[in-house]
């Protein structure tokens, strides 16, 4: 159980937080996000006594998940949450000196030092096309709210995005003539750090009818500022559709709903994120050059391309393997042989700008 003088330290922690600016409102779920973890480390043990709490919280997070998930958290998620720690207890020791001036600052600088090994390599859990194809052939006409979470699991995979953005997708965002999403924080779009983007569907028959059919029936009934993923409201055995916003924990409910989805198809669940992920992948499968890859990066809404490379760029492992094996043993054409030998007489200053021009070449 937690301790309720934790809990009240960290909501203290936070509005201060968010009163100086620190934490945007967009943010502001992920930050907690982080303080519920510690809070649940921590569990009855005050916050004064973390220093001698076993097991430590950088051991606590190498098993530590909410989501149910297997494996362990992200590395980077794991240090976003020691650098939450390490924020929260200094602020402690500044702001409550009274109770917290003993905490050691030796100990609060080593939890951002800690080094968290990385675990051994698991295989990439994404939603391939052909389980979007599978979920999008169910027959679920009798049932309004599996027919949306249908179409919804259709949408994330040609998307790609957030789940937080997607269940705030006013119809107005959506355009199926361009195959275009506004996903514009000034249309009620709640994007990951208030960005803003102009995103694409993949152009995939099978998906794009169910998204297009779900599409045409909200637009019949709701209002454009309504949400795509709109709400039922299920009364004496009818349900309908309700133009109402959408809660601050929509996304949780769409959760729960792909549970039920996933049960009533008889498939083993996955999350909506790694609806997401199903969308990179097969972006990146395609791409066929280092314009291609910027452009799926760009659509997945990154900063740039070396975090599209680090979290989706991971091949499935028989993917991986046949494409290693392929590389070997292949006659390379004459051309090539005089290019490949041209190329290694360059210095690696020059070969570095050969790269530079080669990527912006393909970038035009």
């Known amino acids: 159980m937690i301790n309720r003088d934790n809990y009240q330290a960290a909501k203290m922690f936070l ?12 943010s502001k779920g992920r930050y907690w996000s982080y303080l519920k973890t510690i809070l649940i480390w921590g569990d009855e043990t005050p916050l004064i006594q973390a220093p001698s709490k076993q097991p430590t919280l950088p051991k606590f997070l190498e098993t530590f998940r909410m989501d149910g998930e297997p494996g362990s958290l992200a590395s980077a998620t794991r240090k976003k949450i020691l650098q939450a720690a390490q924020r929260l207890f200094t602020w402690l020791k500044l702001s ?7 905490l050691p600052n030796d100990w609060i ?3 951002s030092l800690v080094r968290i090994p990385e675990s051994a390599p698991q295989e990439h859990i994404y939603v391939p096309v052909t389980e979007a194809i599978q979920i999008a052939a169910f027959d679920f006409s009798n049932d309004l ?3 949306r979470d249908q179409a919804a699991a259709a949408m994330l995979v040609l998307s790609g995005a957030r789940a937080g953005a997607f269940c705030s997708f006013p119809i107005k965002a959506v355009d199926l003539t361009t195959l275009s999403i506004r996903q514009w924080p000034e249309l009620g779009v709640r994007t990951k750090n208030g960005k803003a983007a102009t995103t694409y569907l993949l152009k995939i028959p099978e998906l794009l009818q169910v998204v297009q059919s779900w599409d045409e029936f909200v ?3 709701l209002p454009p500022e309504a949400i795509w993923y709109t709400p039922i409201i299920s009364q004496w055995g009818e349900q309908r559709l309700s133009p109402l916003p959408p809660g601050t924990n929509r996304s ?3 959760i729960k709903r792909f549970v039920k989805l996933y049960k009533e198809i008889h498939m083993p669940y996955k999350s909506p994120h790694k609806f997401r992920h199903g969308h990179a992948v097969y972006g990146l499968q395609n791409a066929k050059s280092i314009a291609d890859f910027h452009a799926v990066s760009r659509n997945l809404m990154h900063a740039n391309i070396s975090i599209t490379d680090e979290l989706y760029a991971m091949l499935p492992g028989n993917e991986l393997r046949e494409r ?14 005089e290019m490949f030998n041209h190329l290694q007489n360059l210095s690696k200053e020059e070969m570095s700008r050969v790269l530079h021009l080669i990527a912006e070449k393909f970038s035009q």
């Not at 201060?16 to 967009?26: A, C, I, K, P, Y």
């Not at 409550?96 to 003993?102: I, T």
């Not at 290693?324 to 042989?337: E, F, H, M, Q, V």
């Open 15 to 26: 509005h201060n937080l968010e009163n100086s600016r620190n934490v945007q409102e967009t």
């Open 252 to 254: 949780v409910g769409l």
């Open 219 to 221: 637009r019949a009934a």
């Open 96 to 102: 409550l000196p009274k109770e917290f001036s003993q």
């Open 145 to 147: 709210a599996l027919r």
């Open 109 to 111: 600088d080593g939890l």
């Open 324 to 337: 290693i094996l392929g590389l070997s043993g292949k006659d390379r054409p004459a051309n090539d042989t």
